[in-house]
């Protein structure tokens, strides 16, 4: 059974039922100063958080008095937009006390499908919870049309969690874990308190139901949990709406844990080194050494840019014997790249015009 404080990067989903009354539209306010609390505690234990926030369209609809549960897109972004100031506020006002800065990030699925907006997002994370930071994190509903959503937090979840290296993702929810069939209608459901492998007979007990306010069934939960397990990140499902939810999941509360084979380090170099590189870049044995000691690819040590490559791109990093080292992801073009190889970092703005990375592949990007 997985622990919080087995934890080093924790991801945390709340949903909209658990921030927002049913009846009244209001914010639960002590539940969530009571969810504060379970942050600044982690943090206490050094840990890094990341929250996944649904909220702004339910907080918004009521203060423009938008009714019925299934509103036009129109509608919909509007609520976001009032909600969505609301929302922060609220995060910002209950982590205030305990001396917790907190950060707004509003993405799309085009933000993770796209590998240069998924390493500006990865860059802004790290650097924000380098910073000690608890960064909220949301669909960007104002824009956000239906080829280009998420549509649940729960599959956002993942992908932040993924994007962030985290390895534990808390789905807090409506129900207390997975059931081999909807509790509330089947009275011999039963409940899973581990599930190590996401099987064909795990996937066909997932039902569709959702809340009143929430979009997110348990097949979405179960597509998370793929995405998170994958990637080397555990996943727990768990009863949202007591106050102190974390608290009591790490104190033996009903649950669901997803247990992840790998750690996301080794899950994510995997996978960047499965990927067909677009390019490759030469090294000299001085940067080759600093390499195989895990330091990051500076453009100091390149000797030569082959093929054309975006930023975001694999490339195969290969030494001056022409022996391929490994691969990583570029965080800039092949243009760029060819341009500023064999200088030094604080020389990359006068070069290209404007600020670059320090650093042209980082390790946590690099495959060896």
Not at 41 to 70: F, H, N, P, T, Y
Not at 117 to 142: F, H, K, M, Q
Request: aromatic share 4%; proline share 4%; hydrophobic share 45%.
């Amino acid at each position: 059974m997985a622990a919080l404080n087995d934890a080093r990067r924790v991801v945390v989903k709340i949903g909209s039922a658990l921030l927002v009354d049913r009846e009244t539209g209001a914010l639960r306010a002590r539940w969530l100063h009571s969810l504060a609390e379970d942050v600044a505690w982690l943090k206490a234990g050094g840990k890094d958080v990341i929250l996944v926030s649904s909220g702004s369209i339910a907080l918004g609809r009521g203060v423009l008095g938008l009714q019925g549960r299934d509103l036009p897109l129109e509608q919909s972004q509007a609520a976001a937009a009032v909600g969505q100031i609301r929302l922060a506020r609220a995060y910002e006002e209950a982590l205030a006390p305990h001396g917790i800065t907190t950060a707004q990030i509003l993405v799309t699925l085009e933000d993770s499908a796209d590998r240069r907006r998924y390493l500006n997002s990865r860059a802004t994370l790290e650097t924000l919870l380098g910073l000690g930071a608890v960064p909220i994190v949301n669909e960007n509903d104002t824009v956000a049309t239906d080829e280009i959503r998420y549509g649940d937090n729960d599959r956002l979840a993942a992908q932040v969690a993924v994007t962030a290296g985290a390895d534990q993702l808390i789905l807090l929810s409506d129900v207390d874990g997975f059931y081999s069939a909807n509790p509330s209608h089947d009275a011999t459901a039963r409940r899973y308190d581990v599930i190590s492998a996401i099987t064909p007979e795990i996937e066909a007990m997932a039902g569709d139901a959702g809340s009143g306010l929430s979009k997110g069934g348990m097949k979405t939960k179960l597509m998370a949990a793929r995405m998170a397990i994958a990637a080397g990140c555990a996943m727990a499902i768990t009863e949202g709406s007591p106050d102190n939810p974390l608290r009591k999941l790490e104190n033996g509360a009903p649950a669901t844990w997803f247990l992840a084979q790998l750690d996301p380090q080794t899950a994510r170099k995997g996978w960047i080194a499965a990927m067909k590189p677009r390019g490759e870049i030469t090294v000299d044995s001085g940067a080759g050494a600093a390499l195989a000691n895990g330091k990051s690819l500076l453009p100091a040590g390149i000797t030569a840019v082959q093929g054309r490559f975006g930023r975001g791109d694999p490339v195969a990093i290969i030494d001056p014997a022409g022996h391929k080292l490994g691969q990583g992801l570029a965080r800039y073009t092949a243009a760029e790249a060819e341009t500023i190889k064999g200088r030094k970092s604080d020389e990359i703005e006068s070069i290209l015009g404007y600020p670059g990375r320090a650093v042209l592949i980082h390790r946590d990007d690099m495959a060896l």
